[in-house]
């Protein structure tokens, strides 16, 4: 076959345009749209304004199943097809999304049993969506066939220029189906991970409550029963529905590969939710898209008791955007739906402030975001989420973001491809492990003890040291890096044990806490001295781990880490050196003075373990020590409160300032730089505006 007959997907072509260019892809800065929620007589005017507006493409039709096959097996695509027309006439591209994240009532009318069972075994009810069971035959034989149709359509449509499958998995109501689809789904998924019942009974441990299994048909989903579920089988339930959505997905990916060659495909998640491995369900396609909602997220952490938890809501965002970004292997990302105005359903989040969205897209672009699509273009007057405030109000005028988000992306249009699809600069890596959240999540030794606040906590206190990020599976080399940081990395297999051993033999510095290397893969508990299979690393053994109530201690620290005492929030693990140096001691109770923190030496590396639950102010302080001990340094000084990173492509290099803060904020610059906003020449003292941007080359 001659290179000339490879039919390049379309937006693989552009790349073949771009001259010097060659790891650009297309632009996409659009915004979400609904024609199947607006009448036809304003398509043409929406197309119109969406193209002075200078948007580059929509997403559409992946709520829209009721009306691309009001019965089944009757399709139309009339409708949608004369939308995607007037798009293209005006010069706006359409990513399609695939609607089965809302079932329309005649089909769940007639497969009644597609719909979940949750963690209760209580059946939900449709009316609402992601409602469905990820296992269900019939459930997927109709989403598929659905999305067959969709993609015949429109695989020749001019302006179609790629998929979105589906919409957001992780988040139902529900976040796990119970159902006995998902059961009968989980023992032929058992069957084949342990291949026998010897192994899978020994890998449980089922001899505790008599819970022997003598067929694969009796092993049960871990709903209520009398008592808690096996670990092990908890643990492998939670991969199983995690494996369950990723084929699913699959299902209609091997579909769209085959019927449109030529198109993208992705899906749009909130990262942050970690019901499904989103490095397994991104690994297949082309980039990862997340959906970011900085404001909705605090209204969340409100209701949720956590009210002024901005800092941790600003990590979680900037997190957010790093693992985006980390899932494809550093790949640039694309925000699917970016926050516009005020969002949310029955309580809303109030309309960001002047500044904030246009700050909030500068955010996914210094992270490695390539592109933003804005949520959503008019605000619908009827439906669930008629308060989610769009780029129009419910009375078409212009938001009050409007003229920001436009100034935004002509600048981003300025700024151009190639920094749109550079890549991102990273010293540090944070392990972000799935097999951890679910395992302490099943067992998490104190009640408030979460892998996800751990995880967010931890990022919030490295970011301080601003070395850029990658948030990391356990099975990746960890030799690009100068630290990496693992909080409670609590299950730990061989293989990853094995990394770290190499990563920290060969000149790195593994910064971790407080239950180490607890778990086995199956969820056992290891037969060794703590921290298990990384004892000798570490060089410390855990003689004690004691969750913190009523019971108060307290950390003191050595010069090396000088600062004042911190509590100790939620745990203590009590450390017995074997030649690691004493970083910190407890201060209170029966183990007053004895190591709270110690530094191991191995190798040509460190490996630095941490007992205690640190407070924020000692843990931030800690982790920017380290993170200096290990070489990261900074590529400017800035104050709390403004972000800094770091892209890059060849020899060009493009630094992200960020202000989140209301008022403006000095930053001194090392050497002359320019602002590619603004065109200015900048030296010295400058600053920053609130919630202002700067993007500097030197
Ligand atoms: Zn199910």
Redesign the pocket.
């Known amino acids: 076959m001659s290179a000339a007959s490879i039919r390049l997907p379309l937006w693989a072509q552009t790349v073949a345009s771009l001259a010097g260019a060659p790891a650009a892809g297309p632009l996409l800065l659009g915004v979400d749209y609904y024609p199947d929620q607006t009448p036809e007589a304003l398509w043409e005017e929406d197309a119109r304004m969406m193209a002075d507006f200078g948007f580059t493409n929509v997403r559409i039709a992946e709520f829209a199943w009721a009306l691309m096959e009001p019965a089944e097996g009757k399709f139309d695509f009339a409708w949608l097809r004369r939308s995607v027309d007037i798009l293209h006439k005006h010069n706006i591209a359409v990513i399609l999304g695939t609607p089965s994240a809302a079932p329309p009532p005649w089909l769940t009318a007639k497969y009644p049993d597609i719909v979940?069972?949750n963690e209760k075994g209580e059946r939900l009810h449709p009316g609402g969506r992601r409602f469905t069971?990820p296992?269900?035959q019939a459930y997927r034989r109709l989403s598929l066939i659905i999305a067959s149709e969709m993609a015949r359509t429109f695989t020749e449509t001019q302006g179609v220029i790629g998929w979105q499958i589906d919409n957001e998995f992780t988040l139902g109501s529900s976040q796990r189906?119970y159902?006995n689809?998902?059961q009968a789904g989980f023992q032929t998924w058992l069957r084949s991970r342990y291949g026998t019942l010897d192994n899978l009974n020994q890998s449980w441990g089922t001899v505790f409550w008599s819970q022997t299994y003598t067929d694969f048909s009796q092993i049960p989903v871990p709903l209520p029963s009398g008592g808690d579920p096996n670990p092990g089988l908890a643990l492998d339930y939670d991969r199983y529905q995690s494996y369950a959505n990723v084929s699913f997905q699959q299902e209609q990916l091997d579909m769209l590969r085959k019927t449109c060659p030529r198109h993208f495909v992705t899906t749009n998640n909130v990262g942050l939710v970690d019901t499904i491995n989103m490095r397994d369900l991104y690994e297949k396609l082309d980039f990862t898209a997340f959906d970011n909602y900085p404001g909705f997220f605090d209204m969340l952490m409100a209701q949720q008791g956590r009210m002024g938890s901005s800092a941790f809501v600003s990590s979680s965002i900037a997190l957010g955007h790093d693992l985006a970004r980390s899932v494809k292997g550093g790949k640039p990302f694309m925000i699917m739906e970016e926050q516009s105005g005020k969002a949310g359903q029955k309580t809303f989040s109030p309309q960001p402030e002047k500044g904030q969205a246009r700050l909030w897209t500068y955010q996914a672009i210094a992270h490695g975001a390539m592109g933003v699509n804005y949520f959503r273009w008019d605000t619908a007057t009827f439906g669930a989420e008629e308060y989610w405030h769009g780029i129009l109000n419910h009375d078409r005028s212009k938001s009050p973001a409007f003229d920001e988000i436009k100034q935004g992306v002509r600048e981003l249009k300025a700024l151009g491809r190639e920094v749109l699809y550079s890549n991102y600069v990273a010293d540090a890596a944070l392990v972000f492990d799935y097999d951890c959240s679910w395992a302490l999540a099943i067992q998490p030794g104190h009640f408030r003890l979460a892998y996800l606040d751990q995880i967010v906590s931890w990022y919030g206190a490295i970011s301080a040291s601003r070395s850029g990020i990658d948030v990391i599976g356990p099975e990746i080399d960890l030799s690009a890096y100068k630290i990496v940081f693992a909080p409670v990395a609590y299950v730990m297999s061989e293989k990853q044990a094995a990394r770290i051993r190499s990563f920290v033999q060969g000149g790195g510095m593994f910064v971790t806490n407080f239950r180490l290397g607890v778990k086995t893969e199956t969820s056992q508990i290891v037969r060794t001295p703590l921290p298990g299979l990384l004892r000798d690393v570490m060089g410390v053994t855990v003689e004690d781990y004691i969750p913190v109530y009523s019971a108060k201690n307290g950390m003191k620290f050595s010069p090396a880490l000088a600062g004042p005492d911190s509590e100790c929030v939620l745990w203590t693990d009590i450390l017995q050196p074997a030649g690691a140096e004493v970083l910190a001691s407890y201060t209170m109770g029966a183990h007053a003075g004895q190591p709270a923190i110690t530094m191991n030496s191995f190798g040509k590396g460190k490996a630095v373990y941490i007992g205690g639950d640190l407070n924020e102010a000692s843990l931030a302080r800690v982790l920017r020590t380290l993170s200096g001990m290990a070489g990261v340094k900074p590529p400017l000084e800035v104050p709390a409160g403004v972000e800094v990173t770091v892209r890059k492509a060849g020899n060009k290099q493009w630094i992200f300032v960020l202000n989140h803060g209301a008022s403006s904020q000095s930053v001194n610059l090392p050497a002359a730089f320019v602002d590619l906003l603004t065109g200015e020449k900048l030296t010295g003292k400058i600053d920053i505006g609130a919630y202002g941007v700067r993007v500097l080359q030197a």
């Open positions: 979940e069972v069971c296992t269900n189906c159902c689809y998902c």
